[in-house]
C-alpha cells in the first residue's frame, strides 16, 4: 500500500509541474467567469409577474395530467409540480428568478463538460505520453508490480478529475456572487408528499453528483484508449468526438431495444430530474448496472494490455 501511495504521489507531482496542468486550470477559470458574465444578459427583458406566470404553468400542468397516454413517471412529475405551484401561490413563495445567483447555481452542472474536456487529455496523455517520450521503460525497471503502476496513474488522474470539478463549483459560486444578484425566492421540492423547502447548495452538489457520473465514465475511456493505443491525439480525438455524438445516437435509435446497453443511454444521470427519460423503461439500479459494467470493461482492457503487452513494442 505505501508503495502504491508512493506511486500515487510521484505521478501527482509530476502532473502538477506540467505547464499544461496550470493552462488548463488557468482556461477553465477564464471560461466559467466568460460564460457567467454572458449569462447575465439572458431574461433580462420585461418580465411577467411570477404569479401570472406560474397560474399558466399550473393550467398547463393540469391539462398535461388530464391528457390520454400520459405515463406514470410523468404524471407523478406533473402532480409534483403542480402541488409545488399551488403551494408558492398560496403562500406567496416566489420561484427562483431566470437571472440570479441561485438559478445559475443550479445550473452549475454544465460547467463540468469544460472539466470533461480537460480531463480526457490527462486521463489519455498519462500512459500514453510516457511511450512517446520513451520515459515508460523508467518505470518498468522500479520493483514494482504493473498493475500498481498502471492503478496510480489511474488514481491520479481520478484525483485530477476531482480536483478540476472542485475548482470548477468554486469558480462558479465565486463568479455567480459577484455577477448575478440574490434571488428572493425559494426552491421547494415534494418530500413524502408534502411540499418543502430546500438549500440552494444541497440541490446544486446533487445534481454536479449526477453530472459527475459522465465525467467519470469519459475520462475512463480515454485513459483506456491511451493505454491501449498509446496515442494521445487518438485517446482524445475519439473521446471528445463520442462525448458529442453519444446523445445523438441515443436520440436516433431510441425505439430500438438495444439502445439500452448502449453507454450513452446511461452517462447523463441526470435525466432522472425530467419528467421523461431518453429511452422509456430505464430505471436508476439499470442504468447504474451497465455504467459499472462499461468501467469494468474499459478498466479490465487497460490492465490486460498494460500487464501483457511488451514494452520495448
Do not use: C
Not at 60 to 70: A, F, H, P, R, V
Not at 266 to 281: F, N, S
Not at 292 to 304: E, Q
Amino acid at each position: 500500500m505505501s508503495r502504491l501511495f508512493n506511486l500515487i504521489r510521484n505521478e501527482s507531482m509530476k502532473l502538477a509541474k506540467k505547464r499544461s496542468s496550470w493552462v488548463m486550470m488557468g482556461v477553465l477559470i477564464i471560461g466559467i467567469v466568460l460564460v457567467a458574465i454572458l449569462s447575465k444578459g439572458t431574461g433580462t427583458g420585461q418580465q411577467i409577474p411570477w404569479e401570472t406566470q406560474l397560474k399558466q404553468q399550473a393550467g398547463n400542468y393540469q391539462q398535461l395530467l388530464e391528457s390520454d397516454g400520459i405515463s406514470e413517471r410523468e404524471r407523478n412529475y406533473y402532480e409534483e409540480e403542480l402541488a409545488i405551484a399551488d403551494y408558492r401561490l398560496n403562500a406567496d413563495i416566489p420561484p427562483l428568478e431566470l437571472n440570479s445567483f441561485e438559478q445559475y447555481l443550479l445550473d452549475s452542472k454544465s460547467v463540468l463538460a469544460f472539466v470533461t474536456l480537460f480531463t480526457v487529455i490527462i486521463g489519455a496523455g498519462i500512459v500514453a505520453s510516457e511511450f512517446t517520450w520513451g520515459t515508460i521503460k523508467m518505470l518498468m525497471i522500479r520493483p514494482v508490480r504493473r498493475y500498481k503502476v498502471l492503478l496510480s496513474k489511474y488514481l491520479t488522474t481520478l484525483i485530477a478529475a476531482v480536483i478540476f470539478a472542485g475548482i470548477a463549483y468554486v469558480a462558479t459560486v465565486i463568479s455567480g456572487i459577484f455577477i448575478f444578484p440574490s434571488s428572493e425566492g425559494a426552491y421547494l421540492v415534494v418530500d413524502n408528499g408534502e411540499v418543502v423547502e430546500r438549500s440552494i447548495w444541497t440541490a446544486s452538489l446533487f445534481t454536479y453528483g449526477l453530472a459527475f457520473v459522465n465525467l467519470l465514465m469519459m475520462t475512463t475511456f480515454a485513459f483506456m484508449i491511451g493505454t491501449v493505443a498509446r496515442s494521445n491525439a487518438l485517446a482524445i480525438g475519439l473521446s471528445i468526438f463520442l462525448m458529442f455524438t453519444g446523445q445523438q445516437v441515443v436520440y436516433l435509435l431510441s425505439d430500438y431495444d438495444w439502445i439500452k446497453y448502449y453507454l450513452f443511454t446511461h452517462t447523463d444521470m441526470t435525466q432522472y430530474l425530467q419528467p421523461r427519460l431518453i429511452v422509456e423503461g430505464l430505471t436508476v439500479p439499470f442504468s447504474v448496472a451497465v455504467l459499472a459494467v462499461y468501467l469494468v470493461i474499459f478498466l479490465a482492457v487497460s490492465f490486460f494490455t498494460f500487464t501483457k503487452r511488451d514494452i520495448a513494442t
